[in-house]
């Protein structure tokens, strides 16, 4: 007599609503993916990454060490800044009741930020504008943007940086072009 023979087959159960769900997550990780690769091949958009390395210990050998705004002419303006623990040396003497640095600029400068770091790890974010750098040492974090509008806008410090994090600051002053 032959065994008769039993093919058990399991089959892997999976709720209906399970199997939506599963479904619709991960078109949704397309869709983020897709956007992702659009953003960067179609709209150019990339992460500030650094644009250069120093040693942090000889920072004062470097071109940061007379940090401060340089006329470039032409509106344009090349703006060096240390960040150190708990401020912004950006080479200017004139300070806030508060004690951030002020620092003055025309009307439509064209500014490029170039930033380092002294210590340990800052952030630099400038208010309505597209300026959200990691400052690392050893790193050069650099922007360039467009200050159109006259207003004041302040820079924080939005890493996380030790105790005095929250007091690390400068303002912007974009003075409003004469005869315009
Ligand atoms: Cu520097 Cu937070």
Known sequence: MEESKQVHEEKLEIDRYERTYMILAAAMLGVFFAALVAGAIIYGVHLPTAVGFI??????ETEFANPGLRDMGDNHYELYVVAQMWNYDAGTTESTAAGFPVLHLPQGAVVTFNVTSRDVQH???V??????LQILPGHIASQT???SE????HVICHEYCGRGHQTMGMVLIVDRATGA
């Open 55 to 60: 040693n942090p210990i000889l920072i004062d």
């Open 150 to 153: 006259p207003g004041t806008y």
């Open 127 to 132: 208010e309505h504008h597209n300026v959200n």
């Open 123 to 125: 952030g630099f974010y």
């Open 145 to 147: 943007i467009t200050f």
